[in-house]
C-alpha cells in the first residue's frame, strides 16, 4: 500500500501487498533460508582489528590470575576496572601477535551488538549486507570457519539475552565484561571470574604508580586505600585529586573524615561519595571558575555511555554557561573545560562522545537540590533539542541521541512537564514513533497524556497535545478502536481551552483531523476518509496557500486514498504533485521520497510494473541514504519493490527476499507491529506463486 505523509514527517501504514491478491496466515512454520543481494569490494588483510579499544590508564594495576578460556565473563560492580583489565588483555594478545583478529563491541544493548558484528563481518568478507542482522549472522559464520586466531571482547553487556543467538563460536577467544551473575552466563564451557576491589597491596602499588614522582605525597596510601574499600576507581578519582591538589595521602584521609561526618549510616558509601566530592570541588577551581561543575551537571543527567560532544559544546550548553557564570566560550573553550575533567577522572573523553560513570553521574546528583535539579535537566534537554536530527533515522548518531533523551527523562522528566512543558518529552516520543517503535511511543505519551491531566487539567493545550499523540501512536500500534476514543476525546475537550490558545489549537485540531482520515482509510472507510480530507484540503488552501507544508501533505494523501479507491488513476496527480514539493521541498525531504514511493506504486498498478520497479529501485537507494536501511519508509519502499519483482515473472525471488525483509522487520519493529504481518502475507503469497 502507499504511503501517507504526516506535515513534518512521513508514516508507514503498509498493511498489505500493492499488487495481486494476498493469502492471509497466522503464521509461517518451518526455517528460513534467507538470501540477499549485497555490494563486494575486496575483504581486508589479516591482522586487522575492529573497534575501538579503551586507552588503559595511565597507572594500570594488572591483576593476578586472569588467564583467558574459550570464554571468559569477567563479572563485577561498577568501578572494579573490568574494561581495563579486558583492554590491557586484549592490547597484550594484539601486540604479542597471538590473534590476527581483535573485534572489540561496546555490547550495551542488542542493536549495538548486531550493527558492530555487521561492520566486522563487511570488513572481513568486502560485503555490505542490506540487513544488519544478516551481517551479524555472516560474522559469527566466519569466525566458526577460519583457522586463524581471534579474539572478541562484548564489553559492557547489560542484559545476557541480548546475546541469543550472538555468542561467538568455539574456536576462538571471547572475553565479556558485565555486573551481571545471570544463570544465562555459566555453562557451555564458559568461565566466570568475579573481579573484586583491589587487595590491599594492589590498592597500594596502584597509588605508588600514581604518585611516584612526588614520593612526599605518598605519606598515609595505606590509610586511603582502607578509607577507599580498594575500589579501582576511587581510587583513580583520589590519585588525580592529589596529584592535581598537590596534596598527601595523609592530607586527603584528613579531608574525607570531615565529609564524611553526619553521614554514617552507610561508612562505605559515605566514604565513595565523599571521594568523589573532594574531585569535583576540585573540579570547580578550574578556568573559568564554575564552568566545569555546570558541564558535570549537564553530563550527570544524559547518557553514561556516551555524550556527543557536540550537545556538551553545543549553542545552548554555552549560552547556559555564560547566563550562570558571565563566561562567553567557544566550543573550543567548552572543549578544554571538558579535558580538565578528563585530567581529573570525572569524564573520559573517547573520540567524538564524553564518557562519565553512573557513580560519579549519581554523585554528582547526590549534591543537588531541587532548583540545581531542575536547571540541569532543562539544560540538557535544551542542548539534546538543538543537537536533535532534522531526519529521523536509525543509524547510530539517531540512536544515541535517542538514548540520552530516554536517559534525561528517566533522571527528572518530572522537571520537563507540568506548567513549565519543554518540547524533549514530544521530540523524543516523536522520534520513537517514526523509527518504527510504535509500542514505545505509545506508552511514552500515554505516561505524559496522564501526567499532565493531574498536574493541568483535561483541558489544558499541553495535555491536549498529549493527547492527540496518544491517539495517533494507539493508532499506529494497531488499536484503532483506542485510537478513535482518544480523538473523540481529544476534540471535545479541544473546544475549551482558554482563548489564548485557541489560534494554535485550531492547527493541531486540523492535524488531528488529518490523522484521524488516515486511521479511517486503514480501517476500509476510504469514502469517510476521502470526505474528510477534501474538506480539510479546502480549508488549508483558503487560509494557509497552495504550497503550505500541510496543505501539502493533506494533498498527498488526498491523492493516495483516490488512488486506493480507484487504481491508477492518479498518476497525472501525482506527478504534479511531485513537481510542486521538489520545488517546495527538495529531492530528500521525507514528503518527496513518500510522494515518489506513491508514484511508483500508482505507475504499477496503471501497468506499468517495469516503470515501477525502476523507480523503487532509486528510491530505495535513495532513501537508504537519507534515512537508513532500518527505517520504517525504507523497509516499505523495499517491500513494494519485492512484490514487483514478483508479478514481474520471478516469484522464487520475491519470496526468498520476503524472507530477509520478514527478518529485518522482526528484528526493527518487533512481533506486534502490523507491518510484520503483512510481510507474513507477502511471504504466503509469493512462496505459493512460485511453487504453481
Given at each position: 500500500m502507499p504511503d501517507e505523509v504526516e506535515p513534518l514527517s512521513v508514516q508507514n501504514t503498509v498493511h498489505g501487498d500493492v499488487l495481486g491478491d494476498n493469502v492471509q496466515i497466522g503464521y509461517i512454520a518451518g526455517d528460513?533460508?534467507?538470501?540477499?543481494?549485497?555490494?563486494?569490494?575486496?575483504?581486508?588483510?589479516?591482522?586487522?582489528?575492529?573497534?575501538?579499544?579503551?586507552?588503559?590508564?595511565?597507572?594500570?594495576?594488572?591483576?593476578?590470575?586472569?588467564?583467558?578460556?574459550?570464554?571468559?565473563?569477567?563479572?563485577?560492580?561498577?568501578?572494579?576496572g573490568k574494561t581495563q583489565l579486558a583492554a590491557d588483555l586484549a592490547q597484550?594478545?594484539?601486540?604479542?601477535?597471538?590473534?590476527?583478529?581483535?573485534?572489540?563491541?561496546?555490547?550495551?544493548?542488542?542493536?549495538?551488538?548486531?550493527?558492530?558484528?555487521?561492520?566486522?563481518?563487511?570488513?572481513?568478507?568486502?560485503?555490505?549486507?542490506?540487513?544488519?542482522?544478516?551481517?551479524?549472522?555472516?560474522?559469527?559464520?566466519?569466525?566458526?570457519?577460519?583457522?586463524?586466531?581471534?579474539?572478541?571482547?562484548?564489553?559492557?553487556?547489560?542484559?545476557?539475552?541480548?546475546?541469543?543467538?550472538?555468542?561467538?563460536?568455539?574456536?576462538?577467544?571471547?572475553?565479556?565484561?558485565?555486573?551481571?551473575?545471570?544463570?544465562?552466563?555459566?555453562?557451555?564451557?564458559?568461565?566466570?571470574?568475579?573481579?573484586?576491589?583491589?587487595?590491599?597491596?594492589?590498592?597500594?602499588?596502584?597509588?605508588?604508580?600514581?604518585?611516584?614522582?612526588?614520593?612526599?605525597?605518598?605519606?598515609?596510601?595505606?590509610?586511603v586505600v582502607r578509607a577507599l574499600g580498594s575500589l579501582p576507581l576511587a581510587l583513580a578519582q583520589a590519585g588525580a585529586y592529589m596529584l592535581d591538589a598537590h596534596l598527601s595521602c595523609a592530607d586527603y584521609v584528613a579531608r574525607l573524615g570531615k565529609l564524611r561526618r553526619g553521614n554514617a549510616a552507610d561508612e562505605h558509601l559515605a566514604t565513595i561519595a565523599a571521594t568523589w566530592s573532594l574531585s569535583m570541588e576540585q573540579a570547580e577551581t578550574l578556568r573559568p571558575r564554575k564552568v566545569a561543575a555546570l558541564l558535570l551537571d549537564i553530563a550527570s543527567v544524559l547518557s553514561p555511555n556516551g555524550i556527543p560532544l557536540d550537545v556538551l559544546t553545543g549553542p545552548s550548553v554555552r549560552e547556559y554557561l555564560t547566563s550562570r557564570t558571565g563566561y562567553r566560550l567557544d566550543e573550543a573553550g567548552v572543549r578544554d573545560v571538558l579535558a580538565g575533567l578528563h585530567r581529573l577522572s570525572l569524564v573520559t573523553l573517547d573520540g567524538g562522545e564524553a564518557r562519565i560513570h553512573a557513580l560519579v553521574q549519581q554523585a554528582t546528583r547526590d549534591t543537588w537540590n531541587v532548583k540545581q535539579e531542575k536547571r540541569s535537566v532543562r539544560a540538557a534537554a535544551d542542548a539534546l533539542v538543538d543537537a536533535w536530527p532534522a531526519l529521523e533515522s536509525m543509524d547510530e548518531r539517531g540512536q544515541v541521541i535517542r538514548a540520552n533523551g530516554t536517559a534525561l527523562v528517566a533522571a527528572g522528566g518530572t522537571h520537563l512537564e507540568g506548567r513549565d512543558t519543554h518540547l524533549l518529552p514530544f521530540k523524543l516520543g516523536s522520534s520513537l514513533g517514526l523509527c518504527g517503535l510504535v509500542a514505545e511511543a505509545r506508552d511514552h505519551f500515554e505516561r505524559l497524556y496522564h501526567s499532565s491531566v493531574q498536574s493541568l487539567g483535561p483541558y489544558n493545550y499541553f495535555t491536549l497535545i498529549q493527547l492527540s499523540s496518544l491517539a495517533r501512536w494507539r493508532g499506529r500500534s494497531g488499536d484503532t478502536a483506542g485510537a478513535f476514543a482518544d480523538y473523540?476525546?481529544?476534540?471535545?475537550?479541544?473546544?475549551?481551552?482558554?482563548?489564548?490558545?485557541?489560534?494554535?489549537?485550531f492547527a493541531d485540531v486540523m492535524r488531528a483531523r488529518h490523522d484521524r482520515a488516515g486511521l479511517l482509510a486503514e480501517t476500509g472507510d476510504l469514502t469517510g476518509a476521502i470526505a474528510e480530507l477534501e474538506q480539510l484540503l479546502a480549508t488549508h488552501v483558503e487560509l494557509f496557500g497552495p504550497d503550505d507544508p500541510d496543505t501539502l501533505a493533506v494533498q498527498h494523501d488526498l491523492t493516495n486514498l483516490r488512488g486506493q479507491a480507484t487504481p491508477g488513476s492518479q498518476l497525472a496527480e501525482f506527478e504534479r504533485l511531485l513537481t510542486d514539493q521538489l520545488r517546495v521541498y527538495g529531492p530528500d525531504h521525507p514528503q518527496t521520497l513518500a510522494t515518489r514511493h506513491n508514484l511508483a506504486c500508482e505507475r504499477a498498478e496503471s501497468g506499468d510494473v517495469a516503470g515501477g520497479h525502476a523507480e523503487l529501485r532509486q528510491l530505495l537507494t535513495d532513501s537508504t541514504r537519507v534515512l537508513g536501511a532500518d527505517h520504517p519508509k525504507t523497509l516499505s519502499t523495499r517491500s513494494v519493490l519485492l512484490d514487483c519483482v514478483g508479478h514481474l515473472g520471478d516469484p522464487a525471488r520475491a519470496a526468498r527476499e520476503f524472507e530477509q525483509l520478514l527478518a529485518d522487520r522482526l528484528r526493527v519493529l518487533g512481533p506486534g507491529h502490523p507491518d510484520v504481518q503483512a510481510t507474513l502475507e507477502g511471504l504466503a503469497f509469493w512462496r505459493q506463486q512460485a511453487v504453481r
Open positions: 528460513f533460508t534467507l538470501h540477499q543481494h549485497s555490494a563486494t569490494r575486496p575483504p581486508a588483510e589479516l591482522p586487522l582489528q575492529i573497534g575501538v579499544v579503551p586507552q588503559r590508564a595511565a597507572s594500570f594495576q594488572a591483576r593476578p590470575g586472569l588467564t583467558p578460556s574459550r570464554t571468559t565473563v569477567l563479572s563485577g560492580m561498577g568501578g572494579v597484550r594478545m594484539w601486540s604479542g601477535r597471538e590473534v590476527n583478529l581483535l573485534v572489540w563491541v561496546t555490547a550495551g544493548t542488542r542493536e549495538a551488538v548486531v550493527s558492530a558484528y555487521a561492520e566486522a563481518a563487511a570488513e572481513l568478507t568486502g560485503r555490505d549486507d542490506l540487513g544488519p542482522e544478516k551481517g551479524a549472522r555472516r560474522l559469527l559464520e566466519w569466525l566458526a570457519r577460519t583457522e586463524e586466531p581471534w579474539l572478541v571482547v562484548l564489553d559492557d553487556l547489560q542484559d545476557p539475552a541480548d546475546l541469543a543467538g550472538l555468542w561467538p563460536p568455539g574456536n576462538g577467544l571471547v572475553l565479556v565484561t558485565t555486573r551481571r551473575r545471570d544463570a544465562a552466563l555459566l555453562g557451555d564451557g564458559r568461565q566466570v571470574v568475579d573481579v573484586g576491589v583491589f587487595s590491599e597491596h594492589e590498592g597500594l602499588t596502584y597509588l605508588q604508580a600514581v604518585l611516584g614522582g612526588q614520593p612526599m605525597l605518598l605519606h598515609g596510601a595505606a590509610e473523540d476525546r481529544f476534540f471535545a475537550a479541544a473546544t475549551r481551552v482558554r482563548r489564548s490558545d485557541r489560534a494554535e489549537m
